[in-house]
């Protein structure tokens, strides 16, 4: 039953022997808390109202304000400040523990089990990217982190043809 360890497939409880049991609980719990904090990633930060995840371009005027919470419109300072590689990673790495630990493991590079730090494109570049994507798949209205503020700064830089370097740059795509 060695194959069976770090099964999310097969529940440990129908695993006979111990290592491949606990392995594989050990995958499910550490997977279903990896997924309550990308959620908690998609939602605005109750401990800082001046760090809103949720962020609108533009609003349409029609949903009174008494109806819901107060939608934040985006600014100049809070594109800059979100466009900020290490802002955003110290956010993600304080509210997202487990997934910041675990996109490290996958991007980090290692020598001797300790994880190196480059200079050009480091893991932490990567990591923000990596995260991003998963917290707009679930929800498309916290785009307040990195998305929108990427988007604006595409577009007035005119990155249409440089976008395959900058991709690149995220670990989105392979620069030649």
């Known amino acids: ?18 290592r ?13 808390e990896a997924r309550r904090q990308i959620g908690n990633l998609t939602k605005n930060d109750a401990t800082d109202p001046t760090d809103p995840t949720q962020i609108r371009a533009s609003t ?43 996109s490290e493991m996958m991007t980090a590079s290692t020598k001797g089990g300790v994880i190196v730090h480059r200079q050009r494109r480091p893991h932490t570049t990567i990591q923000v990217g990596a ?15 990195f998305a929108l503020p990427l988007a604006v700064w595409q577009f007035a830089c005119k990155s249409h043809v440089d976008e395959k370097r900058i991709f690149s740059r995220f670990g989105f795509t392979v620069h030649d």
Do not use: C
């Open 60 to 102: 349409n005027g029609r949903v009174p304000s008494s109806s819901r919470a107060p939608v934040d419109v985006a600014s100049w300072e809070q594109l800059k400040k979100n466009l900020s590689i290490p802002y955003v990673a110290k956010k993600y790495e304080t509210r997202g523990p487990v997934p910041w630990y675990l």
């Open 131 to 145: 995260i991003s994507s998963f917290v707009l798949s679930r929800n498309r209205y916290a785009s307040g982190y």
């Open 1 to 18: 039953e060695r194959v069976l360890a770090f099964s999310p497939k097969i529940p440990h409880i129908n695993i006979s022997y111990a």
């Open 20 to 32: 491949p049991s606990l392995s594989s609980w050990a995958l499910i719990l550490v997977g279903k």
